[in-house]
């Protein structure tokens, strides 16, 4: 497999997908069209709008970008593109749409059988074995929580740390993904803003300047220095 | 109905309870005993041991508490108290459980027909239509988001406003509330650590020092003053 999992599409005060420009640039090289996968919808923008928003975002790479919504037979269509990508917004409205189309079993075959797939938020949170690390609101009910399964871990996207100064009585991020490995097993990888991993086959890489947090059940949290790592 | 429905239930520095006192010591005030839902397990903690909290929150009030597990006959016995009260921690937890024991029907029934009940943060926010405004992370998949609808919004416990010097990409609550209308018909009141809701029969009041921010669909949220308040 191939994967480029990032925490969030973009930056404060950054462009649309600017931090990940050199990294995209790489991994969409072979290819000059991708399906963008819309069905998270932030601010429940439409799907033609958001498509619109990843093409522009992709000109710069010189790569056309289609939604999956837009194709008449995607089933027999998806293998004319070089890869994937699935935009951001609400996971539960992501992951519902995602088997309510069927295009959950699609996109898994394909992106099992080698095509690319790029992720950013709830793109990436969807990417590992349940959403049940999401951060969002669950603003309508999937018929599941399981997710793609492409990587053997859970994705907290957006990580942020306990801020010591908070009087606020909400839990922690931390605090949460500790509750969730009492119900769950898989291990939890918190990727702050500005990080991504990136999967080739059995390699892993954290990439960018930070540092992620990585919960395993029953072990004490620490920090996954950028660079190769292994769950095993 | 008689509810009692607070956002947190302590506030920063803070006793456990110890700012909704003399609001519980009128609420209770005709029964010296009552049911505990321990269901929501804050940090994943046992029943007992949530129990036990609760027990002790309620020593100033020579009020006794028992866990609704705890009873050998819940169905039979539950009429002996004067009044139910449910506990914060994970809300999806919590309704999963209520489900799953069927107390979610036995406790519906009991409130609707006149039993006093309190919650607090998820203990509150399943008292409204549905889940779909919780803060959690959902650890655990729940058989439906549909609540016990004492109260005909829902509620988004320990509100918090945008904060505008946040370089944080991550939805405000204010978004997320958003994006829930476009899905969700029925108002959201976004209730402040430190405010809760009582209701008596068809009378609804804001209590507590602070306003709450009112979410209508197709409306301009509004803040809602401290007093009665009516939605339709």
Redesign the interface.
């Known amino acids: 497999m191939k994967l480029l999992l990032a925490s969030?599409?973009?930056?404060?005060?950054q462009k649309y997908l600017e931090y990940l420009r050199e990294e995209i640039e790489v991994f969409f090289n072979h290819t000059d069209q991708i399906v963008f996968v819309p069905y998270a919808r932030?601010?429940?923008i439409s799907w033609d709008d958001y498509t619109a928003i990843a093409r522009e975002g992709f000109l710069p790479f010189r790569i056309k970008v289609k939604g999956i919504h837009e194709l008449d037979h995607p089933f027999r269509q998806l293998s004319d593109f070089g890869g994937i990508f699935t935009g951001g917004g609400?996971t539960?409205?992501l992951l519902k749409t995602l088997y309510e189309t069927e295009h959950f079993t699609l996109l898994r075959e394909k992106v099992i059988n080698g095509a690319p797939y790029m992720g950013s938020s709830a793109g990436s949170n969807v990417a590992g074995l349940s959403?049940?690390?999401?951060?969002?609101?669950?603003?309508?009910?999937p018929p599941?929580?399981a997710a793609f399964g492409f990587v053997p871990f859970n994705i907290n996207p957006?990580y942020?740390d306990p801020d010591p100064t908070s009087?606020?009585?909400?839990?922690t991020r931390e605090?949460?993904?500790?509750?969730?490995h009492?119900?769950?097993p898989q291990p939890v990888i918190g990727l702050r803003?500005g990080s991504w991993i990136q999967v080739s086959d059995k390699l892993f890489e954290l990439k960018g300047p930070y540092t992620a947090r990585l919960f395993r059940r029953d072990s004490i949290p620490i920090e996954l220095e950028p660079g190769r790592f292994d769950l095993n």
Chains 1, 2 share one sequence.
Request: proline content about 5%; hydrophobic content about 40%.
């Open positions: 969030t599409s973009k930056l404060f005060g932030p601010g429940a609400n539960f409205l959403i049940g690390t999401t951060n969002d609101m669950p603003i309508v009910y599941d929580f957006h942020v009087r606020h009585m909400g839990e605090q949460r993904i500790l509750e969730f009492h119900f769950n803003e």
